[in-house]
C-alpha cells in the first residue's frame, strides 16, 4: 500500500541515536492514523550513520534511504527529501529525538485545514545558552518576516506535500518554511509539543550559527519575498471546453 504520510529525518553523524531512532519510529508506525513511511537523508556523514542506516532499511520495508556524498546542511537535505517523496501528506523531525513521533499525530489532527502544522517546544531540555540563542534568533526573524510563529526552529512539522515542494530552497532556508509557506497564501498553525533532553551525539549547531547565520538568512528572506511569484488561474480556455 503506498504510504499516505512520509516522515523526512535529516542524519548527520547520528550514529549513537540510529538504533534508537527506527525503534520509535517503528513504534509510531504501528499507531500512526495514516499509512506512514520513513525517509533518512544521509547529509555526508562521518562517522558509521550511513552503514547503519542502510542496514535499517534492509530489514524493515517501511524506511527508505538517500544519501548525499558531502555535507551539504539540513536546508539542502530538507530539499532533497521534499523532491523524493510522493505521499500526499510529508513531515519533519530530527534524528537526535528531541522530539518524539508519537507528537506527529497532534499535527496530523489540524492538516485538513492548514498547509503547515508546526510543533512549539515547551519546557525546553536544552542548555541555558541554546535556549537563549534559538529565542533571540526566533526574534530576529520575527522581525523580519513577522509571520507571528513562536517557535520556527521546531523540528517536528508536517506539510501538505504539494506546498512543501512549491518552497523555494536556499541554505537556511529551514527557518523560514512557515514564511514561505505564508507567501503562498496557505494557512500555518501551531501546536505544542514535548521536548526532551539529548541522549546521544552532539549538537551540530553553535552559537554562531544558531544566531549570526539566521540574522545572515533574514536578509536573503527578504530578498526572497520582494521577488516571490506567487498567482493563482481565475479562468483558463479548459474551462469552456
Known sequence: MKSEFTIIVPVFNEEDNLARLEKELSDYINIAPLKTSVLLVNDGSTDNSLSKIEGICIVNDAFE??????????????????????????????????????????????????ELVSGVRHNRKDTWLKNFSSKMANRVRHLF?????????????????????????FRGLHRFLPAMTLLQNGRVKQVPVRHFPRQAGTSKYGFGKRLLGPLADCFAFLWMKRKYINYQIDKSSSDSA
Open 65 to 114: 534511504f538517500i544519501s548525499f556524498e558531502n555535507n551539504k546542511g539540513l536546508s539542502t537535505a530538507l530539499k532533497a527529501g521534499f523532491d523524493y517523496v510522493t505521499s500526499p501528506l510529508v513531515g519533519y523531525m530530527d534524528a537526535d529525538l528531541q522530539t518524539t513521533p508519537e507528537d506527529f499525530n497532534l499535527l496530523l489532527e489540524h492538516i485538513d485545514q492548514y
Open 145 to 169: 518576516t513577522n509571520d507571528s510563529m513562536e517557535d520556527t526552529g521546531c523540528p517536528l512539522k508536517v506539510f501538505k506535500t504539494d506546498t512543501a515542494k512549491r518552497i523555494p530552497m
